[in-house]
């Protein structure tokens, strides 16, 4: 069965890819012209980021308020505690072996270089990532960029 365009629910990403991706081409051969639209888009990615990071700051408290009025109404504390300490642990193991030994070993194998000098750099957004308000790219997106353009010295455009 084909589906028809009026029964996929959802938004198109593919078609807003495509539209960003020729809006950055034609904008680019629009030469001085069509800086000032660069322009604005790079403002409103600043603006952005800035509220990203408000964002990151305070979900937080709001997550910590959250699990603790389910916490109050618990009536098993104790299997409370094992079954998030079990979680806390599966998690801190998980991120640890990922991050720690997988990762690194696919950086060596493609650049030849030390991951943990790299990595070392990049160490406020990958603290980030592993606070509780991770949403693993939404939020931590913009902090691992900011790390990168400044710490390692890459490009805007690649990073």
Not at 95 to 109: E, Q, R, S, V
Not at 117 to 132: D, K, R, V
């Amino acid at each position: 069965q084909i589906p028809v365009g009026s029964e996929i629910k959802g938004m198109n990403i593919l078609g807003l890819v495509m539209f960003a991706l020729v809006l950055g081409v034609a904008l680019k051969k629009l030469g001085p012209e069509g800086e000032d639209l660069i322009r604005f888009f790079n403002s409103f990615n600043e603006a952005t980021m800035v509220l990203v990071t408000w964002i990151m700051w305070y979900v937080p408290i709001g997550i910590m308020f959250l699990v603790g009025s389910k916490i109050v109404e618990m009536e098993d504390i104790v299997l409370l505690v094992t079954s998030l300490g079990k979680y806390i642990f599966a998690s801190i193991l998980g991120h640890i072996i990922h991050g720690g030994i997988i990762l690194p070993l696919i950086y060596f194998a493609a650049t030849r270089q030390n991951p943990y000098l790299m990595g070392h750099s990049e160490h406020p957004g990958a603290l980030c990532f592993i606070s509780p308000c991770s949403a693993p790219s939404s939020a931590t997106l913009p902090s691992m960029i900011k790390c990168i353009e400044e710490n390692n010295k890459v490009d805007k455009r690649i990073s």
